[in-house]
């Protein structure tokens, strides 16, 4: 079955950066657009980046120049570097693919941007 793994989130200071991974399994990975969703208290669900198959990659407006979604096929992972952090950045971060209109959701990874 599908599984999505985050790992790397944490507390960091306003202005500093974190990497986020996520580790898929039981998908053809090079073959599946990734995305990562991040959704803050009282919130809904926002989606943060996208990375298609191909590499090209789409933002929200938030995080346009701070954020960065890469993947690596041969580990069948996909990032987020994150840069310029804000408070308004804390939130728990997904990670996501759809197949056949479905979604499928890792565990998440909290992020916390606070002095």
């Known amino acids: 079955q599908v599984q999505l793994v985050e790992s790397g989130g944490g507390l960091v200071q306003p202005g500093g950066s974190l990497r986020l991974s996520c580790a898929a399994s039981?998908?053809?990975?090079?073959?599946?657009?990734m995305s990562w969703y991040r959704q803050a208290p009282g919130k809904e669900r926002e989606l943060v980046a996208t990375?298609?198959?191909?590499?090209?990659?789409d933002y929200a407006d938030s995080v346009k120049g701070r954020f960065t979604i890469s993947r690596d096929n041969a580990k069948n992972t996909v990032y987020l570097q994150m840069n310029s952090l804000k408070p308004e950045d804390t939130a728990v971060f997904y990670c996501?693919?759809?197949?056949?209109?479905?979604?499928?959701w890792g565990q998440g990874t909290q992020v916390t941007v606070s002095s």
């Open positions: 990375i298609t198959s191909g590499g090209s990659t």
């Open positions: 996501n693919t759809l197949i056949w209109n479905r979604h499928y």
């Open positions: 039981g998908v053809n990975f090079s073959a599946r657009s």
